[in-house]
C-alpha cells in the first residue's frame, strides 16, 4: 500500500470509520505515524513540563501503553529533556519497565480525564504489569494534566487536529453503541 | 456547636462537603463540582497518601488555596501521619509552611504535631486525623483539651446513633466520611503493611505502596494480587478486582473449608441512603474519600453528593445510584453505619 | 550497657486463656519468673473482662508478695460503652499504676503518675514531651519502630526523666479493629461470638491462598504469625538507653524465655547461647526481628551479636 498523504489519510480515517478502530488503523505504516508522535511528544514536553517532576524517578523508564484493539502498541518514555513516543507491531513486543493495557478508547479516556483508571482496573478492563510504582507514578501524572492532556496530544496532529477528534468522537459512538448493545 | 454554615428549610443542617484532590487538577474539578471544603497534602511522608506522582508542592499548594478561596472553597490541609523520632522537622516545616500559606485548617494526628501546631500558630485551625482513631467521646475530648482540636474525623467504626450519641458529648464539629475506600483496621493502628513490606503506613504515609504491589495474570486471564511476598488475593476471568490491601485479602484458616475474606470484602463505603439521618445526627462535615483517585472520580462523585446533600435540603427525593460504578469491587457497604452486627 | 538498670517485664495476656490457667500462669510467674513488672488486665476485648474478675485479687496478691511490681493495661480500643466504663473504673481506683493504652485513658490520668502502653502511637520526642509532660513515666514503644528512631528518642527521654520500654519477644501486635475477626471465621459477630476465641489460646493462624503462614487474628486484633525475638539486640537496645524489656505472653514455657532473657541480660551467657535456648523451645512459628532493623516486619536479620 503506497504511503498516504496526510489529506488522504484524513478522508481514509474518516471513511473507514464504520468499520471500527481496528479495521482503521491496521492499514496505517508505523513510519507515518512516528512524526505524529514525534509532535506528541514534543509538544507536551514544551506545555507541561511540570509533568516530568511529578513522575520524579520514574521519568526515564519505558512504559509500554498496549490499546488491545489496535495492531501496534507504544512505548512512551518521559524524559524532560526529550520525551519518546513511539509505535511498534504487537509482534514486535518491545522491551518496557511498565505496560497498560486496555482498549483505545478506554486508554484515550483515562488520559483526557473522563475514565477513572481504578475503576477500569476494578472491571479488569485495563490491565497492568510490571513496575507498578511507575504506572501509578505515570497514572497520576497523566491526570494532573487537566482537561488539556487530550487537546495537547490532539493538537499535535497540527492540521489534522479537527479530523482527529471528530474520528475520536465517531469511534465513542461506536463503543457507546456496541456497550448498549451487549 | 460552631461551624453550622446555613440550614435547609426542613431543620437539616447544611453540611459542609470535604473532597479529595491528589493533584491541582483534582482540586480544581472538585471545587468546580460543588464542593465547599477539599482535603490535600504535600508530596512527602507528611500525609497518609503520600503515592507516587501525587500531591502538591508549596507553590502548587498557594495557587491552590487562592484558586479556592476565590470560590469561596476551603482547603484542608493533612498532616496526619507519624513522625519518628529524629525526623520530626519535616512535619514541623509542613505545619509552618501550612501557617504561611493560609490553608483553612490542618488535619493532624500525631500529638507531637498537634502540640507543636497549637502552641507556635494558636489561630490555625486544628482538625483531628481520623488516623488518631479517637473513637470515644474521652478522647476527643483529651485532644480538644490538649490542642485546642475544633473538628474530630471520627472513625468508620461507629453507627449513625452512636455518631450522635458523641456529638451530645464533645466541644468540637465532627466530620464524618460517607463515601470511598475503607480499610477494616482501625486508622493509625495499623502496621500490616510495614510487616509485609518495610513501609509504614504511620511513619511513610502508605498502604500497600505500588513499588510492592505485584499483578500476574495468566493465559486464562486469573489474576493474581501479591504485596511483597504474600499472596493477597486471586480473581478468576471476568471476576471484578480490588487492590491487593492486607485488610482487603483471601485467606485460609483452620475454622473455615475454603478461603474466604477474614477482614472484609473488597467492598466500598457509601453512605448516600444514611444521608439525612447523618444530617440530623449533628455531622458537620461529610467526608468523601479518595485523594489517590482520579479526576473523573472526584467529578462523578463530588458532583452527586453535591446534588444529593442539596436535594435532601429541599426536600426532594436523592438518586445516587451511579455511583457504585466507581466502587473497588463494584460493590458497596454501609459498613458499621447502619448496624453493629457489621461488627 | 547499664545492665543493673536493665528490668525485664512481662506485658498482659492478650489471649482469652482459660480463667484456670490464666490464674495458675501467673502464679507461676510469680513464684519462677525473673520479671519485675506485670502487666495485668484485658487490653483486647471489653466482652472477655469478666471472666477474669474473680482472679484479680489473688494474682496481684501472689505477684506482689513475689516483689512484682503490678501495673494495669487499659483497653487498646475504646469505643462501646462498657468499653469506656472499664477504662474509667481503671483509671480512677487510686491504688494500681496503670498503663495508658488509648486517648481516653490519657483523659483521665492527667496529672497522674502512669505508663503508656504500645497500642498508643509513641513515635516522636515531642510527643513524649507532651506526655511526660502530663505524667507519663514509662513508654512502651509501638512494635514498628526502627533503631534509629527508638536511639533518637532515648537521647530526648534522658531529659524527661521517663524510662523506655521495648517488646522483646512474641508475637507482633498488627492491627485493631472494630470487627472481631474470631467471630468472622466461625460465621459470627461480635455480639453473638459465644467466646470462640477461647479455642485459640495464641490466636487463629491465617494462610495466603498459596499456603503460606501469614497472620494471626485474636479477636480485634491481629498479630504476625512469627514471634519477635530481639534477644541478639538486647546489648544494643541496652547501648541505645532502652532499659525496660517486655516479653509478651504465650502458651510456651514464659519462665524459660523469661530466664533466658534475664541470663542474657546479666551476661551469664551470651546472645547466641539465649538464642540457641528460644530455638529449644520449639516454637510453631519462626522468630522474626525485620521492624527494629527497618525491614518487613515478619523478616530475621542474623544479628550482629552472632
Not at chain 1, 496530544?153 to 456496541?178: C, D, E, K, T, W
Not at chain 2, 497518609?48 to 479556592?68: D, I, K, S
Not at chain 2, 519518628?84 to 519535616?90: I, Q, V, Y
Request: negative net charge; aromatic residues 8%.
Amino acid at each position: 500500500m503506497p504511503a498516504p498523504t496526510e489529506v488522504n489519510f484524513a478522508s481514509e480515517f474518516a471513511a473507514r470509520l464504520v468499520d471500527g478502530p481496528r479495521r482503521l488503523l491496521i492499514s496505517i505504516p508505523l513510519a507515518f505515524m512516528q512524526p505524529v508522535l514525534d509532535r506528541v511528544a514534543t509538544h507536551v514536553a514544551k506545555s507541561r513540563p511540570e509533568m516530568f517532576a511529578r513522575l520524579g524517578p520514574h521519568a526515564g523508564k519505558r512504559f509500554l501503553i498496549d490499546p488491545i484493539d489496535l495492531p501496534f502498541v507504544f512505548i512512551l518514555v518521559p524524559t524532560a529533556a526529550k520525551p519518546c513516543l513511539s509505535a511498534y507491531r504487537r509482534d514486535e513486543y518491545p522491551q518496557h519497565d511498565a505496560g497498560i493495557a486496555g482498549t483505545f478508547l478506554d486508554l484515550y479516556d483515562m488520559i483526557s480525564g473522563t475514565a477513572d483508571g481504578d475503576a477500569l482496573f476494578f472491571t479488569r478492563d485495563l490491565r497492568v504489569c510490571g513496575d507498578t510504582e511507575a504506572v501509578v507514578a505515570l497514572r497520576n501524572a497523566l491526570d494532573d494534566f487537566g482537561n488539556s492532556a487530550a487537546d495537547t496530544v490532539l493538537s499535535a496532529f497540527g492540521p489534522l487536529s479537527g479530523p482527529a477528534a471528530l474520528a475520536i468522537s465517531a469511534l465513542r459512538a461506536v463503543r457507546g453503541n456496541r456497550r448498549h448493545g451487549r | 456547636m460552631a461551624g453550622e454554615i446555613g440550614s435547609g428549610a426542613n431543620g437539616y443542617l447544611r453540611p459542609e462537603l470535604v473532597c479529595p484532590a491528589g493533584t491541582p487538577a483534582a482540586l480544581r474539578t472538585a471545587v468546580d463540582a460543588g464542593a465547599d471544603a477539599v482535603y490535600c497534602g504535600f508530596q512527602n511522608e507528611t500525609n497518609a497518601r503520600n503515592f507516587p506522582g501525587l500531591n502538591f508542592t508549596l507553590a502548587e499548594l498557594e495557587a491552590a488555596v487562592g484558586h479556592a478561596h476565590a470560590r469561596k472553597a476551603k482547603v484542608l490541609l493533612a498532616i496526619n501521619t507519624f513522625p519518628p523520632a529524629g525526623r520530626f522537622n519535616l512535619w514541623r516545616e509542613a505545619i509552618d509552611a501550612a501557617a504561611r500559606i493560609g490553608v483553612d485548617a490542618v488535619i493532624v494526628a500525631d500529638m507531637g504535631v498537634a502540640n507543636y501546631a497549637a502552641r507556635t500558630f494558636p489561630e490555625l485551625r486544628l482538625h483531628l486525623s481520623v488516623q488518631a482513631g479517637a473513637s470515644s467521646p474521652e478522647a476527643i475530648r483529651f485532644y480538644c483539651q490538649e490542642f485546642g482540636v475544633k473538628r474530630v474525623v471520627l472513625p468508620r467504626m461507629l453507627t449513625v446513633g452512636e455518631i450522635a450519641a458523641i456529638h451530645q458529648q464533645i466541644p468540637c464539629e465532627i466530620e464524618a466520611f460517607v463515601f470511598g475506600n475503607i480499610g477494616m483496621m482501625a486508622e493509625g493502628r495499623c502496621s500490616l503493611t510495614n510487616y509485609a513490606t518495610g513501609i509504614s503506613t504511620n511513619m511513610d504515609g502508605v498502604c500497600s505502596p505500588a513499588a510492592d504491589v505485584h499483578y500476574e495474570e495468566d493465559a486464562e486471564r486469573n489474576l493474581t494480587t501479591r504485596l511483597g511476598r504474600f499472596v493477597i488475593d486471586r480473581f478468576t476471568r471476568g471476576e471484578n478486582a480490588g487492590y491487593p490491601t492486607i485488610c482487603k485479602g483471601r485467606y485460609r484458616c483452620d475454622a473455615r473449608t475454603g478461603a474466604y475474606y477474614a477482614f472484609e470484602e473488597p467492598v466500598s463505603l457509601n453512605l448516600s441512603a444514611l444521608l439525612p439521618d447523618l444530617m440530623r445526627a449533628g455531622v458537620t462535615a461529610l467526608k468523601i474519600e479518595g485523594r489517590q483517585r482520579s479526576r473523573a472520580y472526584v467529578q462523578a462523585v463530588v458532583s452527586a453528593f453535591r446534588r444529593a446533600v442539596d436535594d435532601i435540603l429541599a426536600n426532594r427525593e436523592p438518586a445516587l445510584a451511579e455511583l457504585v460504578a466507581l466502587t473497588e469491587g463494584r460493590r458497596e457497604t454501609e459498613g458499621a453505619f447502619r448496624s453493629k452486627a457489621w461488627r | 550497657m547499664r545492665d543493673d538498670a536493665a528490668e525485664l517485664t512481662l506485658g498482659p495476656v492478650w489471649f482469652n486463656w482459660k480463667p484456670a490457667d490464666w490464674r495458675d500462669f501467673y502464679f507461676r510467674i510469680a513464684d519462677e519468673a525473673p520479671v519485675s513488672t506485670v502487666y495485668l488486665g484485658e487490653v483486647i476485648c471489653s466482652k472477655r473482662a469478666p471472666l477474669f474478675e474473680p482472679h484479680y485479687e489473688a494474682v496481684t496478691e501472689r505477684l506482689r508478695a513475689a516483689n512484682k511490681k503490678v501495673v494495669f493495661s487499659t483497653l487498646a480500643e475504646v469505643m462501646l460503652k462498657h468499653d469506656r466504663q472499664m477504662v474509667d473504673s481503671v483509671c480512677t481506683a487510686d491504688d494500681v499504676p496503670v498503663e495508658a493504652n488509648d486517648a481516653s485513658a490519657l483523659f483521665y490520668l492527667q496529672g497522674r503518675p502512669h505508663h503508656v502502653g504500645p497500642f498508643m502511637n509513641l513515635y516522636n520526642e515531642e510527643t513524649f514531651a507532651v506526655l511526660a509532660q502530663r505524667g507519663a513515666q514509662n513508654f512502651c514503644l509501638p512494635a514498628e519502630l526502627p533503631a534509629p528512631a527508638i536511639r533518637a528518642l532515648c537521647e530526648a527521654t534522658q531529659a524527661l526523666d521517663a524510662t523506655i520500654e521495648v517488646q522483646v519477644f512474641g508475637r507482633l501486635s498488627l492491627a485493631l479493629s472494630a470487627r472481631c475477626y474470631h467471630a468472622r471465621a466461625h460465621g459470627r459477630t461480635k455480639d453473638s461470638c459465644q467466646f470462640v476465641c477461647e479455642n485459640d489460646p495464641d490466636g487463629l493462624e491465617l494462610r495466603t491462598l498459596d499456603g503460606s503462614p501469614f497472620l494471626i487474628v485474636n479477636g480485634i486484633q491481629t498479630l504476625s504469625q512469627d514471634y519477635l525475638n530481639l534477644i541478639g539486640e538486647l546489648p544494643e537496645l541496652g547501648a541505645l538507653g532502652v532499659s525496660r524489656f517486655r516479653l509478651s505472653p504465650h502458651t510456651c514455657d514464659m519462665v524459660r524465655v523469661a530466664s533466658s532473657f534475664r541470663a542474657v541480660l546479666d551476661r551469664h551467657i551470651t546472645a547466641e547461647e539465649g538464642t540457641d535456648q528460644l530455638e529449644a523451645l520449639n516454637l510453631s512459628a519462626p522468630f522474626s526481628n525485620g521492624f527494629y532493623h527497618g525491614k518487613p516486619g515478619y523478616s530475621w536479620i542474623a544479628s550482629v551479636a552472632r
